[in-house]
């Protein structure tokens, strides 16, 4: 009896609980995928398989895959972190077991050869043809990975440069839009919008422009009388996605150019239109729901500063109203991606 509780004893001792600690794993992984695609434990197997002995490291690689369906097929977005060293991957492919597969192989040769990921991902995007074959090395063993590795890395850096830039550059096609503005006239300013930008990585600039319906304002002492006032407005937005994919939110900053027409109305007053133009800008925000790769709903509201306020007149009636000096603007609708 003596001697069974020394046994139970010394393994306890032995057990990572009370011995040494036990060692960090090689990588860690957050993984986010459709249902149809392989989930998190089968990727740290097809990992495993091919880096059965991965090179020691002073820390984890962490390791954070997003897959999503497209239009064409299915898109990856990889990111590892090495302590302060970052890179990202992005593989697409009509197949997810590809991309994921792609990814596989790209973990397992940074955790076999120990290199950092910032340094061996600042390459272009993997088009479907790499993701092809990086999806073949996962098939073989391990060394003839290893041997695969150096075609990835041929390309002049150059090349490699044109192309990153050319991926992170793609077109906006903003319509149709609906909105809504608030302060400037005595009541809600309601039209319709569209316009035209681009993304850079992350930024996204657009120019934009909003056909608001036409209102009347009319006199406060004679009801009879009073102003049709038809508004445009001319927007530059510069905005800053964070978030995932899917969902976005964005800080803005935007310069308007405020173009007002205005005519009197009422028994025996002269219908000649005055205009006016002035700049108004402000802080706002944009959230983004994709969609897919290539359209994605908005919701905008903003915040604008008014330069100037015209003051409506009717010569021999008086004053009929000033416009406000500020603008609490709402955008509500579609964005096409290219």
Same mark, same amino acid.
């Given at each position: ?6 046994? &139970? ?9 009370? !011995? ?57 977005? &990889? ?7 970052? #890179? ?12 994921? !597969?792609?990814?596989?192989? $790209?973990?397992?040769? /940074?955790?076999?050869?120990? %290199? ?36 990835? $890395? ?17 077109? /906006? ?45 009319? /006199? ?34 935007? /310069? ?31 959230? #983004? ?8 709903? %908005?919701?905008?509201? #903003? ?12 010569? !021999? ?22």
């Amino acid at each position: 009896m003596t001697r069974g509780w020394l046994v &139970l004893l010394l393994g306890l001792l032995a057990s990572p609980a009370f !011995g040494q600690a036990a060692l960090p794993p090689e990588f860690e992984l957050s993984w986010t995928a459709p249902s149809s695609c392989p989930d998190t434990a089968a990727v740290q197997a097809q990992v495993a398989k091919l880096a059965p002995d991965p090179a020691a490291r002073d820390r984890p690689l962490q390791v954070a895959g997003v897959v999503r369906q497209a239009k064409s097929g299915f898109v990856l977005e &990889l990111s590892l972190r090495d302590g302060e060293l970052v #890179g990202r991957r992005r593989f697409e492919s009509e197949s997810c077991a590809e991309v994921v !597969g792609a990814a596989a192989v $790209t973990i397992a040769l /940074l955790l076999s050869s120990g %290199t950092n990921a910032a340094g061996d991902l600042g390459q272009e995007p993997a088009d479907p043809a790499r993701a092809a074959a990086a999806t073949g090395a996962a098939s073989r063993s391990e060394p003839d990975a290893k041997r695969a590795a150096p075609a990835r $890395t041929q390309e002049s850096p150059q090349a490699a440069r044109d192309s990153a830039e050319s991926a992170r550059v793609r077109l /906006l096609l903003a319509a149709p839009a609906l909105s809504l503005g608030f302060g400037v006239l005595p009541d809600a300013s309601v039209g319709l919008g569209g316009g035209v930008g681009v993304e850079v990585d992350a930024w996204r600039f657009l120019l934009s422009g909003v056909w608001n319906f036409d209102v009347r304002v009319p /006199l406060a002492n004679a009801s009879d009388y009073g102003a049709d006032v038809s508004r445009r407005v001319a927007r530059l937005s510069a905005c800053y996605w964070l978030g995932s994919m899917h969902w976005q939110v964005a800080p803005c900053a935007s /310069l308007a150019l405020e173009y007002l027409v205005a005519h009197g109305v009422g028994s025996g007053v002269a219908t000649e239109k005055a205009d006016a133009f002035w700049f108004a800008g402000g802080p706002g925000v944009v959230v #983004g729901l994709g969609l897919s790769d290539w359209v994605r709903l %908005t919701a905008s509201a #903003g915040l604008e500063f008014q330069t100037a306020r015209p003051l409506l007149v009717i010569e !021999g009636l008086g004053d009929v109203e000033r416009l406000g000096a500020l603008e609490l603007s709402a955008l509500l609708g579609a964005e096409w991606i290219f």
